[in-house]
C-alpha cells in the first residue's frame, strides 16, 4: 500500500498535489487526477531504517503468515494429513477410520506460533514506520515558524490509511492466535479416531 504517509493539507487554501509514500512506492497526484509514482530506490545504507527493516520484516512476516496457513490446515482435524489409515470393511473398502498421529497436533501449533511471529513482525514494521512519520511532523510543527518551515508547508506527512490497514492485519493475526490456542487446549489429549465415508476412484 502506498498510503503509509500523506502529505498534511491542514490550513493550506489551495493544495493542487496530494503526496503519499510507503515502503516501497512514493507518489504523487494532481488535481486533475493524474497519479505518477516511483520506486523509493536508495542504496540501503541510505535508506531510513524503519523503510529498510520495515521492508525486511513484512516480507518476512508474510513468508511466515503464508507457512502458518500450511501447517494449519495439515494440523486441522477435516483433513487427512498426518494420519493412520484403518479399514472397517476390507471387502469394499468403502468405510474406515483414521487415526491422528501426533505430527498432527505438532503441525497445528506450529502454524499458531509462525503466525504468532509473523504479527510481531508486522506490529514492529507499523509501529516503527509510524513513529518516523511522528518524529518528521514534530520537527516540521517546530520549523513551522521559520522561513524554511513556510516554505515547506504541504510537504510535512501525517499518518495514511495504509498504518491503519497494517495495525487490522496486527488485530487479526492477533485474533487468529487466540482461536488457535483455545481450540487446541480444548482438543482431547488422546489420539483423535473418526469414522469416514470413502469412495474408490
Known amino acids: 500500500n502506498r498510503h503509509w504517509r ?28 493524474q497519479i505518477s509514482c516511483e520506486d523509493i530506490e536508495k542504496f540501503w545504507v541510505a535508506m531510513p531504517k524503519p523503510i529498510l527493516y520495515g521492508r525486511i520484516f513484512m516480507l518476512l512476516s508474510l513468508l511466515l503468515s503464508a507457512f502458518a496457513v500450511i501447517f494449519h490446515f495439515m494440523g486441522m482435524s477435516c483433513t487427512s494429513f498426518y494420519t493412520k489409515k484403518h479399514s472397517i470393511n476390507p471387502l469394499n473398502n468403502l468405510l474406515y477410520k483414521f487415526t491422528a498421529l501426533r505430527a498432527k497436533r ?12 509473523a504479527c510481531l513482525f508486522t506490529s514492529i514494521s507499523v509501529i516503527w514506520y509510524m513513529v518516523l512519520v511522528a518524529d518528521q511532523y514534530f520537527m516540521s510543527e517546530a520549523m513551522y515558524t521559520s522561513q524554511i518551515g513556510r516554505r515547506s508547508q504541504g510537504q510535512r506527512f501525517i499518518w495514511g490509511y495504509g498504518l491503519y490497514l497494517g495495525w487490522g492485519a496486527i488485530v487479526s493475526q492477533i485474533l487468529s492466535f487466540i482461536v488457535m490456542a483455545a481450540s487446541f487446549c480444548c482438543a482431547e489429549e488422546k489420539d483423535d479416531e473418526r469414522g469416514i465415508i470413502g469412495n474408490i476412484a
Open 6 to 33: 500523506v502529505n498534511d493539507i491542514e490550513g493550506l487554501v489551495v493544495e493542487n498535489v496530494r503526496r503519499s509514500a510507503g515502503l516501497w512506492f512514493k507518489c504523487t497526484e494532481e488535481i486533475s487526477g
Open 106 to 117: 505438532i503441525s497445528y501449533v506450529a502454524g499458531g506460533v509462525l503466525n504468532l511471529v
